[in-house]
C-alpha cells in the first residue's frame, strides 16, 4: 500500500497552486495538501505544529519569490528551528528562477533536497511522491 503523504506547496502564484495541488491529486488521491501564500505562513504553521508529527508536511515545495517573507527568508527560520520540529521534512526549491546563483545558494543549504525550474511536469511530480512511497 502507498504511504499517504502530506504536502506543502508555499508560492503566492494561485495558478502554480491549483495546478500543482491538482497533478499531485491526480498520482495518488490519498495525497494530501496544504497551500501556503507566503513563508511567514508556512514557518509559523511549522512551528506552532512542530510537536504534532501527523500536522507537518512531509514534503514542501518551495519558492522562492514570495511577499511577506521569500523562501530564502523561510529556510533561514526553518534551519533555526529544525532541531526541535519532531519530524524530518524534505524541501524541494521550486522557481522560475534560472539564476545561477540562486542554484548556487539552494546548493549549500543542506535542507534543501533539490532547485527544480518551474514548470514542473506530471513526471517530476510522480517520480518525487514514487520516491516517498516506496
Not at 4 to 12: F, S, T, Y
Not at 16 to 23: D, N, T, V
Not at 58 to 71: A, E, K, Q, Y
Not at 90 to 106: G, H, L, R
Request: charged letters at 30%.
Amino acid at each position: 500500500m502507498d504511504k499517504k503523504l502530506l504536502i506543502a506547496i508555499v508560492d503566492d502564484d494561485l495558478i502554480f497552486q491549483f495546478i500543482a495541488e491538482r497533478l499531485i491529486e491526480s498520482i495518488n488521491s490519498e495525497h494530501q495538501t496544504i497551500i501556503f501564500s507566503d513563508g511567514k505562513e508556512a514557518i509559523d504553521f511549522i512551528d506552532s505544529n512542530r510537536n504534532e508529527i501527523d500536522t507537518l508536511p512531509d514534503i514542501i515545495f518551495l519558492d522562492i519569490n514570495m511577499p511577506v517573507m521569500n523562501g530564502w527568508q523561510f529556510l533561514n527560520k526553518y534551519i533555526e528551528i529544525k532541531s526541535k520540529i519532531e519530524k524530518e521534512i524534505t524541501i524541494y526549491i521550486v522557481s522560475s528562477s534560472k539564476n545561477p546563483d540562486d542554484f548556487i545558494k539552494a546548493e549549500n543549504i543542506n535542507e534543501v533536497t533539490d532547485y527544480i525550474v518551474k514548470p514542473i511536469n506530471r513526471e517530476k511530480y510522480t517520480s518525487i511522491l514514487d520516491s516517498f512511497c516506496k
